[in-house]
């Protein structure tokens, strides 16, 4: 089974800061690399998909990159919105979901 | 506009069975891969089976053997059969729609499963 491992699992910033999320998989999975943010109570939405794609409707300050083993999610100045959780998920066998950075309000 | 809508979640004891339905609309859930994901409460997201276009089943290691994913053509719904309940098993259970490199896009609200005596 391919294992999602994401760094840090908690983050401290301030609104306009500019944040980095590191996902790693166990193996090669391309570009099979998929990012969610998910709120309080909420299910989770999707933000980029294919490692580096924005999906439709979400903010351009947020970005992906990577392939292979080694993945990013950038924020390029948070706003009060993007204070959530954060999940990476392979889907290049089955799915697993990395356990998830809490990104707080420094 | 598509829609899922999950029900069936409630509370059992250990050893208990339950059946989740997830309703779909605005797709057709027996030309789409979809997949059930949990959330156990403080916990981060899980996933725990996927079923896929052609019909073909996976399953995560702790739920093998207990867990059986299904889709009914007719109905256009999405089935988790829960048998041999544990208390680690208590989550809230989401359905979903994965569009495999496009992502998962489309989730339900929800259900709530409890596992306690």
């Known amino acids: 089974d391919i294992q999602m491992t994401q760094s840090p699992t908690s983050l401290s910033a301030s609104i306009g800061d500019r944040v980095t999320i590191t996902c790693r998989a166990s193996q090669t999975i391309s570009s099979y690399l998929n990012w969610y943010q998910q709120k309080p109570g909420k299910a989770p939405k999707l933000l980029i998909y294919a490692a580096s794609t924005l999906q439709s409707g979400v903010p351009s300050r947020f970005s992906g990159s990577g392939s292979g083993t080694h993945f990013t999610l950038t924020i390029s100045s948070l706003q009060p919105e993007d204070f959530a959780t954060y999940y990476c998920?392979?889907?290049?066998?089955?799915?697993?979901f990395g356990q998830g950075t809490r990104l707080e309000i420094k | 506009e598509v829609q899922l809508v999950e029900s069936g979640g409630g509370l059992i004891q250990p050893g208990g069975s339950l059946r989740l339905a997830c309703a779909a609309s605005?797709?057709?859930?027996?030309?789409?891969?979809m997949t059930w994901v949990r959330q156990a409460p403080g916990k981060g997201l899980e996933w725990v089976s996927l079923i896929h276009s052609g019909g073909s089943t996976d399953y995560t290691d702790s739920v093998k053997g207990r867990f059986t994913i299904s889709r009914d053509k007719t109905n256009n719904t999405l089935y988790l059969q829960m048998n041999s309940l544990r208390v680690e098993d208590t989550a809230v259970y989401y359905c979903a729609r994965d569009l495999r490199v496009f992502g998962v896009v489309n989730w339900g609200q929800g259900t709530l499963v409890t596992v306690s005596s």
């Open positions: 605005g797709f057709a859930v027996s030309t789409h891969y």
């Open positions: 998920q392979q889907s290049y066998t089955a799915l697993t």
